[in-house]
C-alpha cells in the first residue's frame, strides 16, 4: 500500500468514526428530548479537533510501521497518486456543493442553527467519506 493510499485510509476510518461516536453522544445529549435543546457547539468542535489529530497520530504511526516493512517506499507519490486525489477532490467537492445549497435553503426558511451547522457538518463528513471510498475504489480498481 502506498503512502497516499495510506493516509486515505487513515482519514475515512477515523472519519467514520467520529461522525458515528458525534452522533452518539448527540443522541445520549438529547435523552428523547429536542436535538436543538442539546449544547451541540462544544460537541461538534471536540469531535472535529479530536478526529483530525487522530487522523494525523494514525497516519504517522501507520507510516513508521510501513517504512519498517518497506524503507525505500516511503513518502513516495507518482502521477497515478496526484491523478486520483484530483479525482477525489472533484467528488469531494460535488458534495460539499450540495451540503452548501442545503444551507442555503435552511438559512432561506430561517431554519434553527443546529440544523443549518448539522447540515454543513455532515455535508463535510459525507464529502470526506465519499471521497475517500471514491479515492480507494481507484487505487483498488484502477481509474
Sequence with gaps: MVYEERNVWSGLIVSVVAITVYVVVVLRQAGGGPLTAVDWVPIMLWTIGISIAVTIVVSILWGIVAGM???????????????????????????????????????????DWFWIAHTMFFGFAVAAIVAGIARIVAYRRGL
Design 69 to 111: 516493512r518497506e524503507p525505500g517506499g516511503v513518502g513516495k507519490s507518482d502521477i497515478r497518486d496526484r491523478d486520483i486525489a484530483r479525482m477525489g477532490t472533484r467528488v469531494e467537492q460535488a458534495f460539499l456543493a450540495i451540503a452548501g445549497v442545503g444551507v442555503l435553503l435552511l438559512c432561506a426558511v430561517r431554519a
